[in-house]
């Protein structure tokens, strides 16, 4: 066996429910670029897990553009890596409704992420939202994927994903691989600028709590000036009790490569604003490079779509494979 052969599979998913945030960029497609040279890797922009929100037609078909230009722009390269949107590829949801029915209401109810989204949009709790883990748990296991990157807020679908690839194996015979997630610990959770007890996320309706991958210098360095930190005047790391300080520093951390005992030294006996300003600085230059490819592939609609045809016909050719196994496997009949 090739060594190709032998590397193992990674699938991840993001949400085209808005523009991607740094938080998205440091616990999520960061990594992805960096573990294409080492896995066989399968990156979807989840646009079907969009709708369990309220989406406005045209800005999600928008935002879908804007998510693959953006991974494309962040480095995922479509001829190593299999680039998809979820919707293009109907095994998804073929395999979703096998899980949903080997899924317990019980264990969807103790999802945290269907009780916060509930609570934030209560008037929209549907079904789709209560079974999202499920179509996650499709998405992984239609492709027996070993590992999945994604940031800490995900690891209780991933659990879930585990369960019921378990249960499907025992009721069944051995069919899927069980997932392992692979969080890194530097900016697994990146916290909103505006409120630093909560994760920083796209749908927040305070611009003020996010930075987008989009956002201009100005405005970058804009919103580090206004992020929430505390009175102490201090850099120091304590996530305790300077959740807002910290959270800057794990910026910091991430683009300089320097860790806090260093960080703080650099910014001893200097104030926030100081320090506020050079997370700003580091961050839009990280940012800038990506910002011009990003519009570069904006303006290519000819070469995205060329891009989505060929990941989607690509995941195609693994996912029925493992669509028809399984429809088997639970006796649905077969001509
Ligand atoms: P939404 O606000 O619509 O729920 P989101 O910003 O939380 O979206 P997702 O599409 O749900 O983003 O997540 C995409 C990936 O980014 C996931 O792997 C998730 O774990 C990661 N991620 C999201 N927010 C953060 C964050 N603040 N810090 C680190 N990783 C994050
Ligand atoms: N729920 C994920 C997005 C997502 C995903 C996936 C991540 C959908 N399907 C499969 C990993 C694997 C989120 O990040 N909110």
């Known amino acids: 066996m090739s060594s190709e052969d032998m590397k193992k599979r990674i699938l991840s998913g993001i949400q085209p429910s808005g523009s991607f945030t740094l938080g998205n960029y440091i616990g999520a ?27 406005v037609p045209a800005q999600l078909r928008a935002h879908t553009c804007e998510a693959v230009s953006m991974l494309l722009a962040a480095g995922i390269d479509p001829k190593q890596s299999i680039l998809f949107v979820q919707s293009h590829v109907p095994a998804h949801t073929q395999l979703n409704w096998i899980l949903c029915c080997n899924c317990q209401f019980g264990e969807l109810s103790r999802m945290t992420q269907f009780k916060d989204k509930s609570l934030s949009h209560p008037d929209n709790v549907n079904g789709g939202l209560f079974t999202y883990p499920a179509l996650m748990a499709a998405d992984i296991l239609v492709y027996n994927a070993d590992l999945v990157p994604v940031g800490q807020d995900q690891t209780q679908h991933l659990e879930l994903a585990r369960t019921v690839a378990n249960r499907f194996n025992n009721l069944y015979s051995p069919t899927f691989h069980l997932p392992e997630g692979y969080i890194t610990k530097e900016g697994a959770k990146i916290m909103s600028l505006a409120d630093p007890s909560k994760k920083m996320s796209k749908s927040d309706p305070n611009v003020n709590s996010f930075v987008l991958m989009n956002d201009d210098k100005d405005t970058i360095i804009r919103k580090f000036k206004r992020a929430v930190t505390d009175s102490e005047g201090t850099v120091r790391y304590d996530v305790e009790n300077k959740a807002g300080i910290s959270n800057l520093m794990s910026i ?84």
Request: proline share 1%; charged share 25%; glycine share 6%.
């Open 29 to 55: 497609i960061r990594n992805w670029a960096a573990l294409q040279d080492q896995f066989d890797c399968l990156y979807m922009v989840a646009d079907l897990h969009a709708l369990t929100v309220r989406q």
């Open 252 to 335: 910091y951390h991430v683009f300089t490569g320097k860790d806090m005992s260093e960080i703080e030294n650099e910014f001893s006996g200097r104030g926030y604003a100081d320090f506020k300003a050079a997370v700003g600085e580091v961050v839009s230059d990280a940012l800038a490079p990506i910002q011009g490819e990003y519009t570069k592939y904006m303006n290519d609609k000819a070469y995205l779509n060329e891009v989505l045809k060929d990941g989607a016909e690509k995941a195609s050719r693994i996912a029925d494979r493992m669509v028809s196994k399984v429809y088997k496997k639970v006796g649905l009949y077969q001509m």
